[in-house]
């Protein structure tokens, strides 16, 4: 058995990876390393994440293969189960050239439209299992990101913006998911957190699952309602541990 070194080896441990692991696209704390420790001693212990894997290296730190069993980045999209790379698929070999053509070229007409206090760079972030549409530009600085956060949150540019690419193409099988500052995710329908559980739900009966965006439209939503989870729905990283703290009696 994979996880016979642990206490309840047919339990794990997923986590949300901003808001939930680390304060939004922060470093993970002191505290936190900790307890996850602690954790893996009782269980598996995993991540899922909308990012990629880089962007998780950066939060996470360098050894995450090392200190968690299972790595979901951009939902599982690109997945790792004791550091080795699981069988994935593509969001380009799902669309299509000619469909994301139109996707992309209607974002970026859009986009350029669009009044906006500042822009920076990179718009449109072209990953394994999704694209990720920044209006302000993926380049903005920590300080410009809380700033564009409370200017989109005043005029809705992003709410905006999925209305708009979900009327233009409605039979493209695509979601829209707003779960950080400055950006939304483009993934295929279903391709949500929950696409990670299919690499983990045989080998355990019992998957804790840990999020902040856990309400309607989040993107802890899917997955934290899964039947396939028990869900736990945390206000920030200081919460989770608390969580932990009283499930695994540390
Ligand atoms: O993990 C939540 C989101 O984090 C980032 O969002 P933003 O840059 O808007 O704060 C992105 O990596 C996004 O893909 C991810 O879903």
Sequence with gaps: ??????????????????????????????E??????????????GFVGGSDFEKQVEQLGPNIL?????????????????????????FIGWLGEDKYNRLA?????YLSDLDLPFRRGTFIEF???MINVSPVGRNASTKERNDYEAYDKQHNIRETMVKALQKE????????????????????????KTYCLQYV??????IHFFGDKTYKGGNDYEIYNDPRTVGH???CPEDTIKDLKQIFNL
């Design 1 to 30: 058995m994979s996880f016979a070194d642990r206490e309840q080896p047919r339990t794990l441990c997923l986590f949300d990876v901003d808001g939930t692991l680390t304060p939004a696209r922060l470093t993970v704390s002191d």
């Design 32 to 45: 936190m390393k900790k307890t996850l420790a602690e954790v893996k001693k009782k269980c598996a212990i």
């Design 66 to 90: 090392q200190e968690f069993d299972y790595c979901f980045s951009e939902n599982g999209l690109t997945a790792y189960k004791h550091g080795q790379k699981l069988a994935s698929q593509s």
């Design 105 to 109: 070229k209607f974002i970026l007409r």
């Design 127 to 129: 990953r394994n299992g």
């Design 169 to 192: 193409f409605p039979d493209f099988g695509l979601t829209y998911s707003i779960g950080g500052q400055i950006s939304f995710d483009v993934f295929p329908t279903g391709w949500d």
């Design 201 to 206: 739900e045989k080998d355990f009966d019992t």
């Design 233 to 235: 729905a945390v206000t």
